[in-house]
């Protein structure tokens, strides 16, 4: 088992110092009132306060097809002490942040620190941590005000997760309990959270509850192991309260939007999520060019470009990879690309969604957390089977990787100072886009 020590605090107390080093700049930008923030902050429902009419308008009612009371009560408290003081409000979404990052780290080491060298848990754990913290995807979850929802839900699943390690370790009843009020808890803040279930089953098989790692020898004793009949049985109560609010969510969508935004056939959009999985992925690793808003490709009723008939074709293979991968009982590529498989699927197309856009960085928030862990997982043991100057230069590629997503990640903050500022470069791209096809079609 992971030990208390120093070097353990001054992991947090780095984490929680580059969150603040990229990300100080969102404090100092206005309400982005031409995207979201206009409505979604700046409301009624914040204005009127703690009165017993308008707590029961907010946690009974869909406000414009959303429902996320948690966050909404949270507006109420920052306005009823600084009013609309943009710094107080964009401050909310940078503490959650750090709080997320702190609680990557700890998540990563009670998850794996148990059957793992602690050295190595806990640089694994303090790099995925620090991936999460400075990545530039994160940036429209933190300086985006209306967008806090998500670090919001992510706080509580995370430690949902945490607990549910706890549970497993100690068996005691109050920990389950305290996994489903998280859970109930998160889906206050959003929708997206009715994957946890599924999550909960993943983290079974990765602390050897599951049959499933024949060939696992740390957790080896069968007796600690239970059928997927009992695994399924355990989580009925978070199965059924996510059925009940994937239902409520779905009735109460916004049939004008979902006609507009999302009426592509399922043909296409089975091409989007392939497409979307790609996308998501090589930002991950190289991010470039961002922006807060990626337009589908063609509007609905129009052809799809041919050149994105290649990702189906990409994507293909990753079902196998998973199934050739779970048979040889590899922890590390289960736990990394079933997280961010689980925690991305509704927002990959295969259920119609009321975007208007194809991809977005707020989505990848927390799935992030999976691709980002199988970095670290095999950097660090490549790292650890080298020698003399080969760990030095490991060390300085690694060092300017993360200083590159920390400077850009730095440099996007600033796009969002307002609506004028932010919009202007999809502008501009779209312009070039129109004028491409004048000159061409």
């Known amino acids: ?19 603040l080093l990229v990300y100080v700049p969102v404090v100092f930008p206005d309400f982005q009132r031409g995207w979201d923030d206009g409505w979604e902050v700046m409301n009624m429902f914040t204005v009127l306060g703690f009165t017993p009419e308008n707590l029961k308008t907010v946690f009974t009612e869909f406000y414009v097809a959303q429902y996320s009371p948690f966050n909404s009560v949270i507006y109420m408290v920052i306005y009823a002490i600084f009013g609309y003081s943009p710094a107080a409000f964009h401050l909310y979404p940078l ?18 620190g148990k059957n793992t060298n602690a050295d190595t848990v806990r640089r694994v754990a303090f790099i995925t941590a620090l991936l999460f913290a400075v ?6 979850s933190i300086a985006w005000i209306s967008a806090s929802k998500i670090p919001l839900y992510t706080f509580f699943t995370l430690l949902a997760m945490i607990t549910w390690i706890k549970y497993v370790d100690t068996g005691k009843i109050r920990y389950y309990v305290g996994v489903f009020v998280l859970f109930v808890f998160s889906y206050g803040c959003k929708e997206q959270t009715v994957v946890l279930p599924f999550t909960l089953l993943l983290l079974d098989v990765i602390l050897c509850r599951s049959s499933l790692l024949v060939g696992e020898k740390a957790g080896d004793n069968a007796s600690s192991r239970q059928s997927l009949g009992y695994l399924l049985l355990e989580k009925l109560p978070f199965l059924l309260f996510a059925f009940f609010g994937s239902f409520i969510m779905y009735v109460n969508q916004s049939a004008t939007a979902i006609a507009e935004w999302a009426g592509y056939p399922f043909h296409q959009r089975i091409v989007f ?9 090589g930002k991950l690793i190289i991010p470039a060019k961002l922006l807060y808003m990626y337009p589908f490709p063609m509007a609905p009723g129009r052809e799809l470009p041919v050149h994105f008939h290649i990702y189906p074709v990409i994507i293909c293979s990753l079902p196998a990879f998973i199934i050739k991968t779970v048979k040889r009982s590899h922890r590390p590529v289960i736990f990394g690309l079933l997280f961010y498989l689980i925690n991305m699927i509704l927002v990959l197309h295969l259920v119609a969604m009321s975007r208007p856009c194809i ?9 992030s957390v999976g691709l980002f ?21 490991a060390i300085a590629l690694a060092l300017c990787y993360m200083l590159y997503l920390g400077g850009y990640a730095h440099y996007r ?28 079609e």
């Open 1 to 19: 088992m992971l030990r208390k020590s120093s070097s353990d605090r001054l992991l947090y107390a780095i984490t929680v110092t580059a969150c």
């Open 95 to 112: 503490l959650l942040h750090i709080s997320n990052s702190c609680l990557v780290l700890l998540f990563i080491q009670r998850l794996f």
């Open 135 to 140: 990545h530039p995807l994160q940036v429209e």
């Open 273 to 281: 999520t392939c497409y979307s999985l790609a996308d998501y992925f």
């Open 359 to 367: 991809v977005a960085d707020r989505y990848v928030y927390l799935g």
């Open 373 to 393: 862990f199988m970095a670290a997982w095999y950097g660090v043991s490549w790292w650890q089977r080298q020698k003399g100057r080969t760990r030095k230069w």
């Open 413 to 440: 903050t600033y796009a969002w100072k307002d609506s004028a500022t932010l919009k202007k470069e999809v502008y501009e791209l779209l312009d070039k886009e129109l004028l491409k096809q004048y000159r061409y």
